[in-house]
């Protein structure tokens, strides 16, 4: 039976040198991934030109941005929904690892940097 329960700081991996996404399941409808952002790290600002991506903010605190030059506070607790075409992207502005759940969907996800 496929694995339905996942522990993130068992799945999460990390890097010094860049903000790093780990894939820990995909289907042929959604993909879910855990990021680690480390302090002063961030996630480029893109868009996915068929899906959504829906961000689970578990921890730490940072800067979302929404649009291009745009910028909005963001923290553990939160919840982002980027409808597909639409920008975003982040900045980890805490003392602290920023990490959070991406669910993608549908799939496959095409990756367009701004």
Same mark, same amino acid.
């Given at each position: 039976?496929?694995?339905?329960?996942?522990?993130?700081?068992?799945?999460?991996?990390?890097?010094?040198?860049?903000?790093?996404? %780990? *894939?820990?399941?995909? /289907?042929?409808?959604? =993909?879910?991934? +855990? $990021?680690?952002?480390?302090? &002063?790290? %961030? *996630?480029?600002?893109? /868009?996915?030109?068929? =899906?959504?991506? +829906? $961000?689970?903010?578990?921890? &730490?605190?940072?800067?979302?941005?929404?649009?291009?030059?745009?910028?909005?506070? +963001?923290?553990?607790?939160?919840?982002?929904?980027?409808?597909?075409?639409?920008?975003?992207?982040?900045?980890?502005?805490?003392?602290?690892?920023?990490?959070?759940?991406?669910?993608?969907?549908?799939?496959?996800?095409?990756?367009?940097?701004?």
């Amino acid at each position: 039976m496929e694995e339905r329960i996942y522990t993130m700081s068992e799945v999460a991996e990390e890097s010094m040198e860049e903000a790093v996404k %780990t *894939v820990f399941y995909s /289907t042929d409808s959604t =993909s879910g991934s +855990i $990021w680690v952002v480390k302090p &002063g790290q %961030t *996630v480029a600002c893109h /868009t996915h030109n068929n =899906s959504d991506d +829906i $961000w689970i903010c578990i921890q &730490g605190k940072g800067i979302f941005y929404p649009e291009l030059g745009e910028e909005v506070p +963001i923290e553990k607790g939160q919840v982002i929904k980027t409808p597909k075409g639409v920008c975003h992207g982040m900045l980890n502005t805490g003392d602290e690892d920023f990490m959070f759940v991406s669910i993608v969907a549908p799939v496959p996800a095409d990756y367009n940097p701004l």
